[in-house]
């Protein structure tokens, strides 16, 4: 089974939650794409749902295979976010936002009343680190809020190098008009000390930890998908 395929196999299995008349967060990135084909599918088939897209990316996936949409302004409570993931650990910690919509993602996330995690095997981690942690960042004093970050990671003992996100026609810019600093830290013993403090810096717009947000994660690899609940 390859990489596609079991992105598949996770999207299907996430697929069995979602209930007529549900009000649906859809998520961004390779893995929710795959979801978004199967979920346009029932929708063809007579599924009735609203979904509220993560991404511009998403969102034109989905107008052009007929997923109804609406905005989070007017669906503002959620039954149900399906989303893929950078790295998820055994508590159901992730980091998110290698596809850059980071904010509007954890947006969506925290108006639902559950979210499922949609990943394959590599995907899961011990600690979270090894990808690198996107932080969105506001252009406005981006070398200050750099130099902010750098220092807030060196107090929590975290080192590796800081760049920001690089697109063919100079930095990538998200659907917010934000950058994203890319912090390589290689372990973070401590996600949810490092989120608090990140989110007292002032030109940090959002981070790609997300702590207490997952309800359960659908995992695939070789043998099919298996469910993945957070260790006490």
């Known amino acids: 089974m390859d990489a596609r395929e079991m992105k598949i196999k996770a999207a299907a299995a996430a ?15 390779s893995t929710a794409e795959e979801f978004v084909r199967l979920l346009a ?24 295979l007929g ?5 989070l302004d007017e669906l ?30 954890k947006i969506v996330a925290a108006a639902s009343e559950r979210m499922i995690v949609i990943a394959d095997e590599s995907k899961v981690v011990d600690l ?8 969105e960042i506001n252009t406005f004093g981006q070398v200050s809020t ?23 026609d100079g930095f990538f810019m998200t659907d917010g008009g934000h950058l994203i600093l890319d912090a390589s830290f290689g372990r973070i013993p401590d996600a949810e000390a490092l989120a ?5 810096i002032p030109g940090v717009v959002e981070h790609g930890l997300f702590i207490n947000l997952a309800s359960l994660a659908i995992i695939a690899g070789p043998a099919g998908a298996r469910v993945m609940n957070a260790r006490n």
């Open 67 to 71: 997923v109804p949409l609406k905005s």
């Open 76 to 105: 503002p409570q959620l039954d149900l976010t399906i989303d893929g993931a950078d790295e998820v650990d055994g508590h159901l910690r992730l980091i998110k936002g290698g596809g850059g919509a980071l904010l509007r993602e």
């Open 128 to 135: 979270l680190g090894r990808f690198p942690l996107p932080i």
């Open 41 to 64: 599918e029932k929708v063809a088939g007579g599924l009735k749902v609203e979904g509220v897209p993560t991404s511009e990316r998403t969102a034109r996936l989905c107008l052009e």
């Open 196 to 200: 608090i403090a990140l989110n007292t």
């Open 15 to 29: 697929l069995e939650h979602v209930e007529d008349g549900m009000r649906l967060g859809i998520g961004t990135g």
């Open 146 to 168: 750099r130099i902010a970050v750098e220092k807030t990671a060196e107090r929590l003992g975290l080192t590796g190098e800081m760049k920001l996100r690089a697109s063919d």
